[in-house]
């Protein structure tokens, strides 16, 4: 299947004459569209509720968006709790799950009313010390253990993942917070990272509403709410089919009415935490090329680098890419496509068949919209990228600027030094 982008080479060339590269670049009418679809995927269920995970893309102006299709934020840190709650995100709307947490984390969760997701059975006593009670409301991350498989193959290792109560912790958790005052329950398990299949979630789905079965017979709690997390992944390479997530949600409706409903628990509300499926394809970074290199490979240097995408660098993972205005001439080079930082892993692309790309052309490097800027950093000095939203009208709005040398010394301040700032030119997007 090809990858086509979002954005036109017309409308690229015009928001660049306004917001020079590189930029984050988000498709408003795509999130739009697709937040309908989640929503509709399990409209079945009366209680669902999309978390989004605010680690993904945390931008208020996504949020908002999200929000006005019944969204929440999925947080996991006291920033993401900030962020959520100047989005007008409070309350049960924010689901905390996080690990390793620190107490004043948990006062700043149980003072905007979050869910709390604990992720240790330790958090219990922990939590308490924290905040000085335990919450009415309250969830627990489950790990099984063990290698999780499905029908087509094995997913993951979650015996090697560092979250979650084991089943027995499980168990003794949930009767320590009853004896401590909680009274409505959730159970929360995430297992698996980017799954292109539509059969994870039922799957997932399946474990944790028998669970769920087990919780009620030996417990006598009726946990109030799953939370299936993320996991549900995009196709990053042409030949990936895309998740459908109307399947998805009528492979989750049939478990639930084979296990839960025979069970009495057929209220029990749905929850989900998706971050890459919800804005993944919807973003891109837009850079361009600056110079070219032959030496024992073909290069082309482009205007970003792993600073403002690291996930090629830090996985190795595959981003296709467009040469804008040559969509449709041949892949007939080959190139290593790198950024400009002083480690020879800042590369786009290896020995990527693309069409012959000269200096100026402009470069779309598709599904960014999650874990993309979210991931930014500064080494080599290198600074932020601008996020930009192309509306749903066609018109584009900067949503952040771009970082700037001042901010970059501005956690320096105190040592007083005087930073010539006016060395060299002005930053792009300043």
């Not at 309350?91 to 709390?116: D, H, R, V, W, Y």
Request: charged share 20%; aromatic share 10%.
């Amino acid at each position: 299947m090809k990858k086509i982008p979002f954005v036109t080479n017309r409308q690229v060339q015009e928001i660049i004459r306004q917001f020079p590269t590189p930029f984050h670049l988000y498709d408003e009418k795509g999130i739009r569209a697709n937040a309908q679809a989640v929503r509709d995927a399990f409209a079945w269920n009366k209680g669902y509720k999309e978390y989004f995970a605010v680690k993904a893309e945390p931008n208020p102006f996504i949020i908002q968006i999200l929000k006005e299709y019944g969204c929440g934020c999925d947080c996991s840190s006291l920033t993401e709790l900030m962020l959520s709650d100047a989005s007008g995100v409070v309350g049960e709307n924010i689901m905390f799950s996080s690990n390793n947490t620190p107490a004043e984390e948990f006062q700043a969760a149980a003072k905007l009313g979050a869910i709390i997701n604990l992720d240790d059975i330790t958090h219990i006593d922990f939590l308490e010390q924290a905040i000085g009670y335990i919450p009415e409301t309250i969830s627990c991350r489950y790990n099984p253990g063990g290698v999780y498989a499905i029908s087509n193959g094995i997913m993951d290792n979650p015996g090697d993942a560092k979250y979650g109560f084991t089943k027995a912790q499980l168990f003794e958790g949930y009767r320590a917070l009853k004896e401590k005052g909680a009274k409505r329950f959730g159970l929360h398990s995430f297992l698996v990272s980017n799954t292109v299949t539509n059969d994870y979630y039922p799957a997932l789905a399946k474990t944790l509403f028998e669970l769920a079965v087990e919780i009620k017979q030996e417990l006598g709690i009726a946990v109030s709410f799953i939370n299936l997390s993320g996991g549900v992944g995009i196709a990053y390479r042409p030949d990936e089919v895309p998740n459908d997530i109307i399947a998805i949600g009528e492979g989750v409706h049939k478990v639930f009415d084979e296990v839960l409903v025979p069970a009495g628990l057929g209220n029990t509300a749905i929850y989900t935490e998706m971050g890459r499926f919800m804005t993944g394809p919807y973003g891109c970074l837009v850079t361009t090329a600056v110079h070219e290199k032959h030496t024992y490979k073909d290069y082309i240097g482009v205007d970003a680098c792993a600073a403002n995408l690291m996930r090629p660098a830090m996985y190795g993972a595959y981003h296709h890419i467009t040469v804008m205005g040559k969509e449709d001439a041949a892949c007939s080079h080959k190139y290593d496509i790198v950024g400009s930082l002083c480690e020879n892993n800042d590369k786009f692309a290896v020995d990527r068949m693309l069409p012959e790309i000269a200096v100026g052309d402009v470069l779309v490097i598709h599904d960014t919209g999650a874990h993309g800027f979210a991931m930014g950093y500064n080494y080599n000095g290198r600074l932020w990228s601008a996020e930009v939203l192309l509306k749903a009208d066609g018109t584009p709005q900067l949503i952040r600027r771009a970082q700037t040398p001042q901010d970059y010394f501005a956690t320096l301040d105190c040592f007083g030094l005087p930073f010539r700032t006016e060395l060299g030119a002005t930053p792009k997007n300043s």
